[in-house]
């Protein structure tokens, strides 16, 4: 059974630095890329990066290139969303999801998705 | 602002037939295959349809899409209250070289 498991609920005071986790199972780990989007309070789904988990190539939505740092460690199956200084407009639920190819593009479904991880930024 | 347009709200009585469309441009709809999530409040986002029409296992065939140019759309037929959620379109863009997620529209069952 393919699963997606995510770390928990995180709170933070803006300025610090927070890495939360998406760990895959129950499939070949490094033959999907893995994507992440924000969800604001009372909003939609907003692309934040994909990462290759076989090769680490990574691409960013320009909305938050510089913001964030995708990783994977592909010894754990394991996917990483980092931010080195927190805002409070960081304040949010976020996914992972594993994204399926067409070829060696990450262009394909966003078929098996994790449970979210509630991020909550104090001022 | 979505690249892909939505209508925010849809209803529809139980047992009615509803659709939700997805606009786009050349650049992701027109070239790419399209997908369609469902969000129950709460819960993650779950694929509902994939590569334009296709449902993944366990998914009614209640649920359908289709796509036509730069445009998608996802039809529910015989309404049922559990299907009140968020849809999202989804696709490829390719001047992006990335995803883009419509705005979500929200479903209510009267």
């Known amino acids: 059974e393919v699963q997606l498991v995510q770390s928990g609920a995180e709170v933070r005071m803006a300025g610090e630095s927070l890495r939360i986790s998406c760990k895959g199972s129950?499939?070949?780990?490094?033959?999907?890329?893995i994507g992440w989007v924000r969800q604001m309070p009372g909003k939609g789904l907003d692309w934040v990066g994909i990462i290759n988990s076989g090769d680490s190539e990574t691409r960013y939505s320009p909305s938050f290139e510089g913001q964030v740092l995708i990783s994977v460690d592909k010894s754990i199956n394991t996917a990483y969303l980092h931010w080195g200084t927190l805002r409070a407009s960081d304040t949010a639920m976020y996914y992972c999801?594993?994204?399926?190819?067409?070829?060696?593009?990450?262009?394909?479904?966003?078929?098996?998705w994790g449970q979210g991880t509630l991020v909550t930024v104090s001022t | 602002q979505s690249v892909l347009t939505q209508p925010p709200s849809v209803s529809g009585t139980p047992g009615q037939r509803v659709s939700i469309s997805c606009s786009g441009s050349?650049?992701?709809?027109?070239?790419?295959?399209v997908n369609w999530y469902q969000q129950i409040p709460g819960t993650a986002p779950k694929l509902l349809i994939y590569?334009?029409?296709q449902r993944p296992s366990g998914v009614p065939d209640r649920f359908s899409g289709s796509k036509s140019g730069t445009s998608a759309s996802l039809a529910i037929g015989g309404l049922q209250s559990e299907d009140e959620a968020d849809y999202y379109c989804a696709t490829w863009d390719d001047s992006l070289n990335g995803p883009v997620f419509g705005g979500g529209a929200k479903l209510t069952v009267l």
């Open positions: 050349s650049s992701n709809i027109g070239t790419n295959a």
């Open positions: 590569s334009n029409t």
């Open positions: 129950g499939y070949s780990f490094t033959t999907y890329w």
């Open positions: 999801a594993r994204v399926r190819k067409t070829g060696a593009k990450p262009v394909g479904s966003w078929d098996f």
